[in-house]
């Protein structure tokens, strides 16, 4: 292992948190066959790196979110997105722990995306980016620990898209993965999921202001249709009961129906307000391959169709959770990498949250979960000679 790039160090003024550059010395090969000769990755940290270099946690974002953890969004204002469960003696104890949460390959929150500027034009990649796989972010994200001098975490945990690079870690990378909790998540994506997706992709292709993926050189932004996409996926991680609970079929500041195609519905105006919010953070054609990175996975593919062949010989301790009215992942996918897990005789524990707010649910408040994230970190910690925690 080399750690030749640059050690990064906080960027001056820079609400994203740190930044560093790799690939100079040597370029990252993709799974399409292109290779980056230069890629920025944009990431945050939390805690500090023991002397042994053994306590590091590497947190995974899911498909929209972003490295900003626990720490206010730089455009939104609003705080992190697990920012209940980071902090002094929090589920991730930072007293305890050293957390890095990067922004993935082709995102929108200073890791290079289709965005940014391609060096060879000194214009914008757009749909000049190379398509991008899970795989591909994963081989980013070890090359960020290189360069901080990280030969193993403690420690890999994500939800949903976070969900998929901790089984890619554990697949590519074993031997740098002491423990892994996969949350929400699956070993590939559904023909049902990859329609959600697709719905999007057309939303936001058809909208005249995306210019053929060129909007930001003719200074256009396709709000309209990533705006479409969003209300569309972000039904998908809600629940049935979630919705009627919050919003019913209640009306919106009316009393009556209005006979027209305004938000009469509360839940029209929910996904409305959601959707104008997103557009302002997120870039559209990052969303195009962000999504079909999430299409693209399928971790039994690569290894003989057979899941179990992905983890022959693993050492890593798992934990895999999934919630119950969770329709995006539901618990059979949880099951399935459980089962592959139980082939190989991993060490691995399995928890089905009893929760009815859906694919979110590892977002929000849920005690049940994050005990069991609690004390399976303890479990571990204790294994790995780290100090310990709340119980």
């Not at 946690?57 to 972003?66: E, V």
């Not at 005249?208 to 050189?217: F, T």
């Not at 990052?286 to 290894?303: E, G, Q």
Request: proline share 6%; charged share 20%.
């Amino acid at each position: 292992m080399t750690h030749s790039d640059s050690i990064p160090s906080p960027s001056d003024g820079d609400p994203r948190g740190h930044s560093i550059e790799l690939g100079r010395d040597r370029p990252i090969r993709l799974d399409c066959g292109a290779s980056l000769e230069s890629v920025t990755v944009a990431y945050q940290t939390y805690g500090a790196l023991n002397a042994e270099r053994s306590n590091a946690i590497l947190i995974c974002h899911a498909l929209t979110g972003d490295q900003n953890v626990a720490s206010p969004h730089p455009i939104t204002g609003k705080p992190g997105w697990w920012n209940d469960l980071v902090g002094p003696g929090r589920v991730f104890d930072t007293d305890r722990f050293f957390l890095i949460c990067s922004n993935v390959l082709g995102g929108c929150m200073g890791t290079t995306g289709p965005r940014d500027v391609n060096p060879a034009t000194g214009e914008p990649w757009g749909l000049g980016f190379p398509v991008i796989t899970i795989g591909d972010m994963v081989r980013v994200q070890a090359r960020l620990l290189d360069a901080l001098g990280i030969d193993q975490l403690f420690a890999v945990v994500g939800g949903s898209m976070g969900g998929m690079q901790v089984l890619e870690w554990c697949a590519s990378f074993p031997e740098r993965v002491f423990s892994a909790i996969p949350i929400a998540t699956a070993p590939r994506h559904s023909a049902q999921n990859i329609a959600f997706n697709e719905v999007g992709r057309q939303a936001i292709v058809s909208d005249p202001d995306w210019c053929g993926g060129d909007y930001i050189r003719q200074g256009r932004t396709p709000k309209r249709g990533l705006a479409v996409a969003r209300m569309a996926a972000h039904i998908t991680y809600l629940s049935e009961p979630a919705l009627h609970r919050k919003f019913g079929r209640n009306l919106q500041e009316r009393d009556a129906l209005s006979y027209g195609f305004e938000a009469d519905f509360q839940v029209e105006s929910y996904l409305r307000h959601q959707a104008s919010t997103f557009v302002e953070r997120f870039d559209a054609n990052s969303y195009l391959y962000i999504t079909r990175a999430v299409d693209y996975f399928d971790l039994a593919a690569r290894h003989g169709g057979v899941l179990a062949n992905a983890f022959q010989g693993i050492r890593t301790r798992f934990c895999v959770v999934s919630f119950s009215s969770d329709w995006l992942y539901p618990t059979r996918e949880s099951r399935a990498i459980v089962h592959a897990l139980n082939a190989v005789a991993a060490n691995v524990s399995f928890v089905e949250v009893q929760s009815d707010k859906g694919h979110d649910a590892f977002l929000l408040d849920e005690p049940e979960f994050h005990a069991t994230l609690t004390g399976f970190l303890n479990g571990a910690a204790q294994r790995r000679g780290l100090p310990p925690g709340r119980k």
